[in-house]
């Protein structure tokens, strides 16, 4: 799990540059419409990794020990104390983006570790990225499959 995160972290704004890059680079050219699906995808991109560093913040925490490490930190809640001492284990959820705190009896409580934002934001923009690269592409090969052969 940890991992992963490690993996993510540097991966997923690499991702979002190189999409911005490549987005930013065709809108000048001739059939720039292609490509426009770089630009939401850099911006979902750049917001999933904001949300990876919230979350890389959290297992941090989590991990550190010490004298006030039981319930885990990122697992207290004000209010009722009972759910927070029910509190065993954690585990990181990738979509969405969560801390999850997993309690005796097999339940679970996401803890408010990545900003409200960030996971509307990609879910929409996601999507819409991938709509973006697959209505050009579809257009033009109906475009191609009309047009008589040379």
Do not use: Q
């Not at 993996?7 to 930013?24: E, K, N, R, S, T």
């Not at 065709?26 to 750049?46: F, I, S």
């Not at 990794?49 to 990122?74: C, F, N, R, T």
């Not at 690269?133 to 033009?140: G, K, Q, T, Y």
Request: with cysteine; proline share 9%.
């Amino acid at each position: 799990m940890a991992l992963l995160l490690l993996l993510l972290i540097p991966a997923a704004p690499v991702v979002a540059l190189g999409l911005l890059g490549y987005g930013v680079g065709t809108l000048g050219r001739r059939g720039w419409h292609r490509n426009v699906a770089a630009l939401p995808g850099a911006v979902a991109a750049g917001f999933y990794a904001w949300g990876l560093l919230h979350v890389a913040g959290v297992v941090v925490e989590a991990e550190d020990g010490g004298a006030s490490s039981s319930p885990l930190p990122p697992c207290r809640t004000p209010g009722p104390t009972e759910r927070a001492a029910k509190v065993v284990d954690y585990s990181v959820e990738y979509v969405p983006l969560r801390f999850v705190c997993e309690t005796t009896g097999g339940g679970s409580d996401a803890a408010e570790s990545v900003p409200g934002y960030v996971n509307p934001t990609v879910a929409g923009l996601a999507p819409a990225a991938a709509v973006c690269a697959v209505v050009p592409a579809l257009v033009s090969g109906r475009r191609a499959a009309r047009s008589p052969a040379v």
